[in-house]
Nanobody
Framework: QVQLQESGGGSVQAGGSLRLSCAAS????????MGWFRQAPGKEREGVAA???????SYRDSVKARFTISKDNAKNTLYLQMNSLKPEDTAMYYC??????????????????WGQGTQVTVSS
């Protein structure tokens, strides 16, 4: 059974940094595409960043040069380093996984497994 558990969220001031982690279990971690999504109150869930089994990455335009997605296959853990945070980054952040190869499109419909989420709040 695929299980994903996020951690690392919190409250920071604008310009600050956070690193999110997602511990994965129950599947062949290294062969899956992994992604980070977020959802703010009243808004749709949106893709933030993704990384495939070959290490290729994709980012939504608003986080490019500020966020970095990475993974440690030995630890079965996905990361999202978030720098220069802005109030508009405030949202619940979710980790997602899927064996398909389409995850780099950052579409939630391409991911079949989800974590419970971790809250990120950025104050101005």
């Amino acid at each position: 059974q695929v299980q994903l558990q996020e951690s690392g969220g919190g409250s920071v001031q604008a310009g600050g940094s956070l690193r999110l982690s997602c511990a994965a279990s129950g599947y062949t971690y290294s062969s899956y595409c992994m992604g980070w999504f977020r959802q703010a109150p009243g808004k749709e869930r949106e893709g933030v960043a993704a990384i495939d089994s070959d290490g290729n990455t994709s980012y939504r335009d608003s986080v490019k040069a500020r966020f970095t997605i990475s993974k440690d296959n030995a630890k079965n853990t996905l990361y999202l380093q978030m720098n220069s945070l802005k109030p508009e980054d405030t949202a619940m952040y979710y980790c997602a996984a899927d064996p398909s190869t389409y995850g780099l499109r950052l579409s939630s419909s391409d991911f079949g497994y989800w974590g419970q989420g971790t809250q990120v709040t950025v104050s101005s």
